[in-house]
């Protein structure tokens, strides 16, 4: 980098870059539960440790990678689901996902954030550009203490609409050692928990279409700023409210950018899950990271940011 550049740096760039840098040693201290041997066995590995973080800086700072894991794409939403509905129509819908969600036993007398939802009625609150409509998530935790077995929540429930025309390729191999949220998205749906009342929220999503044709990592780096990858959680609960979204061969598949997923349980995540839609059953896996096809698509949400 040179003189240049580093001194077109703002100062408030560089005070959020240090402070990234606090809280991800301090994060890492308490995950990796270092002890007084684990401490001074980095310090003696500080040159290799600084290479790394090095190494990590310059692949995440720099653009446009993956540009040729792109595909032309002319798959979209065939079934009848309505990408860009007025703002009444939005709202209107909010309350027939929260019918559906409340018919799950945690869920029963879960509720949205009513006062946040006038916001956005009043025009106080938009719709972020990028996205196509607002829908309710809830929070994983209300239905287990491991995002794993949460997400066995609506999978099992998309095979009970759909009288067992569902098929899970990764049935018992959920738990932690295999699948995990992206740190991107982990931070934004804290964001997103922060600036709602409520066990269900309130999310701005595109359910594809706007990355369609992108593998999962070139969708991951052309994320706008305050977008991020929608977990298998997070668009199992989506086509459980919205079903009309995959029910025929050529709907665009869904892949799941925002979770991470790793074959062997070995450490290695270069995986993430997908919804697909084949003879007549939604099914669920997990690809790789790398592989561009027209028929998918990662679906996104975005956190609002204050005017």
Not at 74 to 83: C, E, I
Not at 258 to 279: C, V
Request: charged letters at 25%; hydrophobic letters at 35%.
């Amino acid at each position: 980098m040179t003189t240049e550049s580093i001194t077109s740096i703002t100062d408030g760039q560089r005070k959020q870059y240090f402070r990234f840098g606090e809280d991800a040693l301090e994060r890492a201290l308490t995950e990796a539960g270092l002890d007084k041997e684990g401490i001074q066995k980095l310090i003696g590995n500080g040159g290799q440790f600084q290479a790394d973080m090095v190494a990590s800086i310059k692949r995440l700072s720099v653009s446009n990678q993956f540009a040729d894991e792109e595909k032309e794409s002319t798959h979209g939403y065939l079934s009848g689901y309505k990408p860009d509905p007025s703002l009444d129509e939005n709202l209107a819908d909010l309350e027939t996902e929260l019918a559906r969600l409340r018919q799950i036993p945690e869920l029963a007398s879960a509720d949205y954030d009513r006062d946040y939802a006038e916001r956005i009625r009043t025009g106080e609150i938009t719709l972020p550009v990028g996205n196509e409509r607002w829908t309710l998530i809830p929070k994983w935790e209300l239905l287990s203490k491991t995002y794993g077995v949460a997400v066995e929540r609506p999978l099992a429930l998309i095979s009970q609409d759909r009288d067992g025309n569902f098929h899970n390729y990764r049935e018992g191999k959920l738990g932690a050692s295999y699948l995990r949220q992206g740190a991107r998205s982990v931070e934004m749906w804290k964001q997103l928990a922060k600036d709602q009342k409520g066990d269900i929220l309130i999310v701005p999503i595109q359910a594809g279409i706007v990355h369609r044709g992108r593998s999962v990592r070139r969708a991951r780096e052309v994320f706008r700023a305050h977008e991020f990858g929608l977990g298998a959680f997070a668009v199992g609960m989506f086509i459980l409210t919205h079903p009309e979204r995959l029910k025929h061969l050529d709907d665009l598949w869904i892949d799941c950018a925002g979770d991470e997923y790793s074959p062997h349980a070995d450490g290695d995540f270069p995986r993430a899950p997908l919804f697909h839609f084949d003879d007549g059953q939604v099914r669920f896996g997990a690809y790789w990271v790398s592989d561009a096809h027209s028929y998918y698509g990662s679906a996104s949400g975005s956190v609002v940011v204050s005017q």
